[in-house]
């Protein structure tokens, strides 16, 4: 029995992902948009011209490696920080030291992972060295800088932003994995070509989620009697049986998700708008936040137009509360399609925020008295409620009263479209304002 000897190759012992680590640009694997021949960042690289930069994309696409590859191709010396293990104290001692190469002629890249990870602090404490030059700063981090980064450290980089590798550049990936003697180059794997394909797509463009599913398969694949390892579908389907689908519920992806979803319900588009909803719901979201988004697109987005839209939404939303997913799924799924097909009207959401401008922009009058409480008698003595004019006691329940402050008479904030049933509702509010007009000429 072959025993693990401390003495044993390290390469063999290190996962797939981490042998083929790619260590020239012609090895890396995707960015064409960054990296392909006369591209802007190859040029900075090539032309030793590197600054500091963030690099902002999904996991598995890369921004280790290019970091190290920068490094390798500039001649810098390389310093890898953590989030979590580094603070300010650390980040102090290892800038000193850059600094102190720095006079003796070596450059030195540090590279953040998960830069979004440190506070505002810790980044701080590299902003005098990246003014003064002392070190070359390569940030990665897969959430949108613009918030995660501080603005003044945010100034002095230049944001590269990195894609999702295509099912192809996945797919070349994995037969090189094959074919590669960092890989399986020294074993003869027999693995159909559609199965390829089918772990790229389940990969969902992370090569590393690529690599290591491929060497899940190859290692429980069918040994054969010529020594070959033959990897088959019933194998495959086994290691794929889940996708981790790529969603943070804290992060762009989560916002961007839920803005898909609202826009194509508002451009009445059922089939795409249940597609981001499972999408959702599969990445592990709270079934409670898409119906409370959903309740609130029934009054935004279609209003009067289909008062029952709100009911059905809010009662989603209970569905959800009572039995929770997966069985909810299909209450949501109705709520969704409801709200796709029904007609949209934006009246009310206008018509709030015209009012809100007006409320936060014009002097806070006070408001008229004969729209004011009366509950004492120093009020009815101040004229609290004097000339109020109840409605039940006209025949028409209507007044010619005004409940408007002096400078806003003759506001409309409300202005009704003709869809759906706020049809309805324009011409109701266009016969009480006339109504009302004719009642204060005396006609």
């Given at each position: 029995m072959e025993q693990t000897s401390m003495f044993m190759d390290h390469d063999v012992l290190q996962p797939l992902a981490a042998r083929l680590r790619p260590q020239t640009l012609e090895e890396f694997a995707g960015q064409a948009h960054l990296l392909g021949p006369g591209k802007v960042l190859r040029r900075l690289i090539e032309g030793d011209m590197i600054s500091s930069m963030i690099f902002w994309g999904p996991p598995g696409v890369g921004k280790t490696t290019l970091a190290r590859i920068i490094a390798g191709r500039t001649r810098s010396a390389f310093v890898d920080f953590s989030a979590v293990t580094s603070g300010v104290k650390e980040i102090r001692a290892v800038m000193q030291q850059a600094e102190s190469a720095r006079q003796?002629?070596?450059?030195?890249?540090v590279f953040v992972d998960e830069i979004h990870r440190f506070n505002k602090a810790q980044q701080d404490a590299f902003l005098p060295f990246v003014e003064k030059g002392s070190i070359i700063l390569i940030g990665a981090t897969t959430e949108n800088p613009s918030f995660e980064v501080n603005s003044a450290l945010l100034s002095r980089c230049r944001v590269f932003v990195l894609h999702a590798l295509g099912t192809e550049e996945v797919t070349a990936l994995l037969h090189r994995a094959l074919t590669d003697s960092r890989g399986f180059g020294g074993q003869k794997v027999v693995m159909p070509e559609p199965l390829l394909e089918a772990i790229a797509v389940f990969s969902n463009g992370d090569a590393r989620t690529a690599l290591s599913t491929l060497e899940m398969v190859v290692l429980n694949g069918d040994v054969q009697a010529d020594g070959s390892t033959l990897v088959t579908e019933e194998t495959v389907a086994q290691c794929t049986s889940r996708r981790s689908l790529l969603y943070d519920k804290k992060g762009d992806g989560h916002y961007d998700l839920i803005s898909a979803l609202h826009k194509s319900m508002r451009n009445s588009d059922p089939d795409a708008a249940i597609y981001w909803m499972c999408r959702m719901l599969e990445g592990g979201e709270d079934p409670l936040y898409i119906a409370r988004r959903v309740t609130r697109f029934a009054a935004e987005d279609i209003g009067l137009a289909d008062p029952r839209a709100l009911e059905i939404a809010v009662a989603a939303y209970q569905a959800c509360?009572?039995?929770?997913?997966?069985?909810?799924?299909?209450?949501?799924?109705?709520?969704?399609?409801?709200?796709?097909?029904?007609?949209?009207?934006n009246a009310l959401y206008v018509a709030y925020?015209?009012?809100?401008?007006?409320?936060?922009q014009q002097i806070a009058e006070p408001v008229p008295l004969h729209i004011r409480n009366a509950p004492t008698t120093l009020m009815k003595q101040l004229d609290y409620g004097k000339g109020y004019q109840y409605a039940h006691d006209a025949q028409e329940k209507l007044t010619a009263m005004t409940c408007l402050p002096e400078s806003l008479q003759g506001r409309a904030y409300y202005r009704?479209?003709?869809e759906g049933v706020e049809g309805r509702f324009a011409d109701r509010l266009s016969e009480i304002n006339e109504w009302k007009r004719k009642a204060r000429e005396g006609k």
């Open positions: 003796l002629g070596q450059r030195t890249i509360h009572y039995i929770g997913m997966p069985e909810c799924s299909v209450h949501l799924t109705e709520a969704v399609v409801y709200m796709s097909l029904a007609p949209k009207s925020e015209a009012a809100k401008k007006d409320a936060a009704p479209t003709r």
